[in-house]
């Protein structure tokens, strides 16, 4: 690859499993990997090929799920952190499936659903769904898990990887804490989404790219506290209670809210969420406006807003346009990634943008109350 340089070393000596120490050259930086585990090693693919993934990935800038810092968001015994740090208290709970954590988009990429006993405290089971394929999780004994995919019973053990599938790149893994307990891993590493489980807490890890495209009990991931209690029906909640019960699947306990909300085409501001709540009744179907990375071209460049700002679809019709400063980050239409980032642009925000230098500003119309706005 043009202007990278790879070196790698493999180690078998004096160690329970193969390990690689990646140094990786490229124009402007230098990146060390130090004593990644051989996971691709199971199926017998060689080292070179990872490395050559790797470089791929580089040459083309798709450093998204290498060098971004992911997302998080932990399902504990009493509370939930969400993607937007905001912690709650887990309320009472019906022996149900509720959806923690899913990709609330026309295609969706994975969704996982914890599972809560009333009698016990914790999660008690974990199922992901990632593309096509099933994973199930439950309390494990020591260090060994046992898990299910695809309705195909599999032990987990110790520092022992299992590749689950070799072209999605799904793999489970079980680890050691500072505690002394055991917890097992799932890496997902085409969807850029791991899951881990100690039989009682769960934490998810997402790539930014997902910024404003989930839902579930751990909210959407679009850095708006306020709307943190929206469910994924698109209501937004005054009660926990009531949010948590919008997040349990299928029919198996009742959904009904008890306290106000709102369920309609209105703006919220944090001055008038609860002030603007009708004791009496609710309110239509609240539903947030689109945000999507502006892309201009510019001579040779393509250059793309650095946040993301207001859109909407093309055949909307009686528009208000307003004009703002935006500041954007370019790059030449003749790489790969300008290319893949402009389509990408057109049903995500792009969250890879956020920490990109600043190449140009300009004042550009955006609008400014789009009737029918697509998320």
Same mark, same amino acid.
């Not at 070799?166 to 505690?179: C, G, Q, R």
């Not at 919008?246 to 029919?251: A, I, N, R, W, Y």
């Not at 307003?322 to 290319?339: A, D, G, Q, T």
């Given at each position: 690859?043009?202007? @990278?340089? #790879?070196?790698?070393?493999?180690?078998?000596?004096?160690?329970?499993?193969?390990?690689?120490?990646?140094?990786? $050259?490229?124009?402007?930086?230098?990146?060390?990997?130090?004593?990644?585990?051989?996971?691709?090693?199971?199926?017998?693919?060689?080292? @070179?090929?990872?490395?050559?993934? #790797?470089?791929?990935?580089?040459?083309?800038? $798709? @450093?998204?799920?290498?060098?971004?810092? +992911?997302?998080?968001? &932990?399902?504990?015994?009493?509370?939930?952190?969400?993607?937007?740090?905001?912690?709650? =208290?887990?309320? %009472? &709970?019906?022996?149900?499936?509720?959806?923690?954590?899913?990709?609330?988009?026309?295609?969706?990429?994975?969704?996982?659903?914890?599972?809560?006993?009333?009698?016990?405290?914790?999660?008690?089971?974990?199922?992901? $769904?990632?593309?096509?394929h099933t994973v199930e999780m439950t309390p494990g004994t020591k260090s060994k898990y046992s898990i299910k995919y695809d309705g195909r019973q599999l032990e987990v053990k110790d520092l022992r990887p299992v590749l689950l599938d070799?072209?999605?790149?799904?793999?489970?893994?079980?680890?050691?804490?500072?505690?002394g307990s055991y917890y097992i891993e799932i890496h997902c590493e085409s969807a850029a989404v791991t899951v881990k489980y100690d039989g009682t807490n769960v934490k998810t890890y997402v790539d930014p790219r997902y910024k404003g495209?989930?839902?579930? #009990?751990?909210?959407?991931?679009?850095?708006?506290?306020?709307?943190?209690?929206?469910?994924?029906? %698109?209501? @937004?909640?005054?009660?926990?209670?009531?949010?948590?019960? +919008?997040?349990?699947? *299928?029919?198996?306990?009742?959904?009904?809210?008890? =306290?106000? =909300?709102?369920?309609?085409?209105?703006?919220?501001? !944090?001055?008038?969420?609860?002030?603007?709540?009708?004791?009496? *009744?609710?309110?239509?179907?609240?539903?947030?406006?689109?945000?999507?990375?502006?892309?201009?071209?510019?001579?040779?460049?393509?250059?793309? +807003?650095?946040?993301?700002?207001?859109?909407?679809?093309?055949?909307?019709? *009686?528009?208000?346009?307003?004009?703002?400063? +935006?500041?954007? $980050?370019?790059?030449? %239409?003749?790489?790969?990634? !300008?290319?893949?980032?402009?389509?990408? !642009?057109?049903?995500?925000? #792009?969250?890879?943008?956020?920490?990109?230098?600043?190449?140009? &500003?300009?004042?550009?119309?955006?609008?400014?109350?789009?009737?029918?706005?697509?998320?």
């Open positions: 690859m043009k202007g @990278l340089s #790879l070196n790698a070393t493999y180690i078998d000596k004096l160690t329970d499993e193969p390990l690689v120490d990646f140094v990786l $050259h490229t124009p402007t930086e230098l990146i060390t990997f130090r004593r990644s585990r051989s996971i691709l090693d199971s199926a017998r693919i060689k080292h @070179l090929q990872c490395a050559s993934h #790797l470089c791929t990935a580089l040459d083309q800038q $798709h @450093l998204s799920s290498i060098v971004s810092i +992911s997302a998080t968001c &932990t399902v504990m015994e009493k509370y939930i952190r969400t993607y937007d740090m905001k912690t709650y =208290h887990v309320p %009472k &709970t019906d022996d149900c499936p509720y959806l923690m954590t899913s990709h609330c988009m026309e295609h969706k990429k994975f969704a996982v659903l914890v599972h809560f006993k009333q009698d016990q405290r914790g999660v008690k089971k974990v199922i992901l $769904h990632i593309g096509t070799k072209h999605e790149l799904i793999y489970a893994v079980t680890n050691k804490a500072s505690d495209e989930l839902c579930g #009990l751990c909210s959407e991931f679009n850095g708006e506290v306020v709307q943190e209690m929206r469910g994924p029906n %698109k209501c @937004l909640y005054s009660s926990i209670d009531d949010f948590v019960k +919008s997040t349990m699947v *299928g029919t198996c306990g009742d959904k009904t809210p008890q =306290h106000p =909300h709102i369920c309609g085409e209105e703006e919220v501001s !944090s001055e008038r969420l609860h002030a603007d709540f009708d004791e009496s *009744g609710e309110r239509k179907e609240y539903v947030p406006r689109t945000k999507r990375n502006r892309a201009v071209a510019r001579g040779k460049e393509i250059c793309f +807003s650095i946040k993301p700002v207001p859109a909407c679809e093309n055949n909307d019709t *009686g528009i208000e346009f307003v004009r703002m400063i +935006s500041k954007f $980050h370019c790059m030449p %239409k003749s790489e790969s990634n !300008s290319k893949k980032l402009l389509i990408e !642009s057109r049903r995500r925000i #792009l969250g890879e943008l956020e920490n990109k230098s600043e190449d140009w &500003t300009d004042t550009l119309s955006y609008p400014k109350n789009a009737p029918h706005l697509n998320r």
